[in-house]
């Protein structure tokens, strides 16, 4: 099930925009998940969740302690997916 940025991007993107209401103009892969989106630890929890539900794979929860941007998630989804 290889995936390449962009359709990991369109899916990240898509589940900020349904599952955490970020304003879809927010969402570059510059964008800083704290600052910029407003998403605090539950809410990374949550992406995580919701992440694994969508890959099929198990997301180590310490992977994604040292995520900090948008490009960030995609580069992990990417090691994990390819």
Do not use: C, P, W
């Not at 995936?3 to 927010?26: G, R, Y």
């Not at 964008?31 to 929890?45: C, G, R």
């Amino acid at each position: 099930m290889m995936k390449t940025q962009d359709e990991l991007f369109t899916m990240l993107k898509d589940v900020l925009i349904e599952d955490f209401e970020i304003e879809e103009d927010a969402i570059t892969t510059q964008a800083h998940l704290y600052e910029d989106l407003d998403l605090d630890s539950i809410d990374a929890i949550d992406l995580v969740v919701k992440l694994r539900e969508l890959t099929g794979k198990k997301i180590e929860a310490e992977a994604f302690k040292k995520v900090r941007t948008v490009d960030d998630v995609l580069s992990e989804l990417h090691a994990l997916l390819n």
